[in-house]
């Protein structure tokens, strides 16, 4: 089999070997989702059979429904991380902050940055970044599989969930011929796609619907129907009995809309707001208009935080950097024909 990534085969064989006799702690953003978890719970179970000290450390709780991925995998909040001296790698974070302040200031210089997205500058002293990857996941199943690495059932099936949820179940333009062939060897080594489905998108509870039902009747158009709209008011979780992490995957609600090329959710929290844009064509570059909000992503994927804002005068200033940017691609288009 050829290498998957020869262009990180070279330094990442030399990177494990400098991990020898470290105490390693592999470190993932705020709100956790299946790649990032996926990625760090098999970052630690591979190191683990290479005899390195390592733990898994979060600023958030592991998501009910991603649980499943975590296994028997040490697994700790910031406040439980044992006091000493950790090499810390990073995970499917595009920047340091991502993964909150009190990691930033306890490990400043990072050893490595493991990440897929756009706007990851590489700010570690090791940095395996490709944008063009569906997923961190599928970055360390690549590197696991061209450096001959043990994969136990655990680590493929947290793989497979980080690949299939940031793939969108496979639907997403990430997806490639090399996501399918990475996929196929992970289920040689244990990864249950069955299972996995179960855990991820089969265990609603009655108040996720409900906040589904709420999302959906505050969906708006702008830009001709271009965009479609989504909002979560302050309070949206305690009357429904929900948590933040019950809004993953509302977003593509109002993308999947016939017509509709952004889906937006718009998240009030307090005196703070928190985006998140999703585009059907990379063309579009989401990234770059939340970057204009201090955001960043992918070309279809992009999320923003904001404080001191406000609902009404946060979504009439997105409205218009989309139509600005809807605009662009216009007449870029219009211009090559």
Do not use: W
């Not at 450390?57 to 000493?84: C, K, M």
């Amino acid at each position: 089999m050829e290498l998957i990534y020869p262009e990180f085969y070279e330094r990442f064989g030399a990177f494990l070997r400098s991990l020898e006799g470290r105490r390693v702690v592999v470190i993932s953003h705020a709100r956790p989702d299946g790649d990032c978890i996926g990625s760090e719970v098999a970052l630690a179970r591979v190191l683990r059979t290479l005899n390195i000290d390592v733990i898994c450390a979060n600023p958030d709780p592991v998501p009910r429904r991603i649980q499943f991925a975590v296994g028997d995998t040490p697994l700790v909040n910031f406040a439980n991380l044992p006091e000493g001296d950790f090499t810390a790698i990073y995970v499917d974070c595009a920047d340091q902050g991502r993964a909150g302040k009190d990691f930033k200031a306890r490990f400043p210089a990072p050893f490595a940055n493991i990440d897929h997205h756009l706007s990851n500058v590489g700010f570690a002293e090791h940095n395996f970044i490709d944008v063009g990857s569906c997923a961190t996941a599928e970055i360390l199943a690549g590197l696991f599989l061209d450096h001959h690495l043990t994969i136990d059932a655990q680590a493929a099936q947290s793989l497979y969930a980080g690949i299939a949820t940031d793939t969108g179940q496979f639907r997403f333009n990430s997806t490639s011929r090399r996501t399918f062939l990475i996929v196929a060897e992970l289920m040689a080594r244990g990864a249950q796609p069955a299972a996995a489905a179960a855990e991820l998108y089969e265990r609603e509870t009655a108040g996720k619907l409900d906040l589904l039902q709420r999302f959906l009747a505050s969906l708006s158009y702008e830009c001709g129907g271009r965009v479609c709209i989504g909002t979560l008011p302050d309070g949206i979780y305690a009357a429904t009995g929900t948590t933040p992490e019950d809004a993953e995957g509302l977003v593509d609600y109002a993308r999947s809309i016939e017509g509709v090329e952004i889906g937006v959710l718009i998240e009030e929290q307090g005196a703070a707001i928190k985006g998140s844009l999703r585009s059907k064509d990379p063309v579009y570059r989401v990234d770059r208009v939340a970057a204009g909000f201090n955001g960043g992503g992918h070309a279809c994927a992009a999320g923003l935080n904001l404080k001191n804002v406000s609902m009404a005068d946060f979504k009439a200033r997105l409205v218009t950097a989309l139509a600005e940017q809807i605009a662009a691609v216009d007449a870029l288009k219009q211009s090559a024909t």
